[in-house]
């Protein structure tokens, strides 16, 4: 992993510029489940809470896999048209 000093000074962005908009992402998205649930979500008991994380990330973990394997599934096909690209033409 290169240090954040070094990729500043190579001209990067620091990874921690697009934080404030993370943030923002995550009150819109705590607002909308205000909306949804009443505002109870901050009531309810921490073991409720803790297994409504899990449920989430097993969410990810699954939208993650399914990126996983349709980019493997493009890589695939790009390296399919480059070895078409690459190949000889026969002439029959």
Request: proline residues 4%.
């Amino acid at each position: 992993m290169r240090d954040t000093a070094q990729q500043r000074s190579n001209g990067a962005a620091d990874p921690l510029d697009g934080f404030d908009a993370f943030a923002r992402a995550v009150r819109k998205r705590l607002a909308a489940g205000r909306e949804s649930y009443h505002d109870e979500s901050f009531a309810r008991p921490p073991s409720e809470l803790l297994g409504e994380v899990a449920e989430e990330l097993l969410d990810v973990c699954g939208w993650a896999y399914v990126t996983w394997h349709r980019v493997q599934q493009l890589a695939m096909k790009a390296d399919e048209a480059r070895q078409r690209m690459l190949a000889p033409e026969v002439e029959l």
